[in-house]
């Protein structure tokens, strides 16, 4: 799966168990907006020309072509911040894997934030009016010694999926890391060790019987 984020980089038996975005909608209200700003340059370009005398001699080139002018810029940046907009939503990916949590974003450089699922201590789904009606939302991670949320996987369609996912993932890590902790328990002492120890054991009995013959 990994295949499909050239960016990420797994440990040989990491592997992949959910992947997501934020949702494309939540540039709306950037669209609207630009779309209200262009509607009025054009507009009042439509107005100037049509309803307002201009002065050639004011202008040195022909007034119209100024005003349409100013109206076209007006235009071209909106459409450039709602076509912003969409590419910084397609540059955002969110990955879970069975080990870490990662973050991109990033449209004309990348940046990769990643938090350890065994130091996730906290998660925090959070909806709005709309979300819960439109069953969207941002899942807020919280992990040991932070005292708020260190990472935000926001915007997401179904945000409880990613929300269970993740805490099954705790849950199985911090099992395993328990059976670990059972299988070798702190101060176990290693084959060499016992061996010497043993030896040195052989020779104070040795010693000592000498000892006792010599008695």
């Known amino acids: 799966m990994n295949e499909e984020y050239e960016w990420l980089s797994l440990d040989p038996d990491e592997s992949v168990v959910w992947t997501g975005q934020p949702r494309v909608w939540r540039i709306v209200g950037t669209a609207a907006g630009a779309?209200?700003?262009?509607l009025v340059a054009l507009a009042g370009a439509v107005f100037v020309t049509t309803q307002v005398t201009?002065?050639?001699?004011?202008?040195p080139v022909a007034p119209g072509l100024v005003v349409w002018g100013i109206a076209a810029v007006v235009v071209v940046s909106q459409v450039a911040t709602?076509?912003?907009?969409?590419?910084?939503?397609?540059?955002?990916?969110?990955?879970?894997?069975?080990?870490?949590?990662?973050?991109?974003?990033?449209?004309?450089?990348?940046?990769?934030?990643?938090?350890?699922?065994?130091?996730?201590?906290?998660?925090?789904?959070?909806?709005?009016?709309?979300g819960n009606l439109f069953d969207y939302g941002t899942v807020a991670v919280s992990t040991a010694g932070s005292g708020g949320a260190d990472l935000?996987?926001?915007?997401?369609?179904?945000?409880?999926?990613?929300?269970?996912?993740l805490q099954e993932q705790v849950r199985e890590t911090s099992e395993r890391e328990g059976r670990d902790d059972d299988a070798a328990p702190t101060g176990a002492l290693d084959d060499a060790t016992v061996e010497a120890l043993l030896?040195?054991?052989?020779?104070?009995?040795?010693?000592?019987?000498?000892?006792?013959d010599g008695a």
């Open 35 to 38: 779309a209200i700003l262009s």
């Open 54 to 59: 201009l002065d050639p001699a004011e202008f």
């Open 82 to 130: 709602v076509a912003w907009a969409y590419l910084k939503v397609e540059h955002t990916d969110y990955v879970l894997s069975d080990r870490r949590i990662y973050l991109k974003t990033g449209v004309l450089s990348e940046t990769v934030t990643s938090v350890g699922v065994d130091r996730v201590q906290n998660t925090t789904l959070r909806k709005d009016a709309t």
């Open 152 to 165: 935000a996987v926001s915007d997401l369609d179904d945000p409880e999926t990613f929300r269970d996912r």
């Open 199 to 212: 030896e040195e054991a052989r020779g104070l009995r040795a010693v000592a019987e000498r000892m006792e």
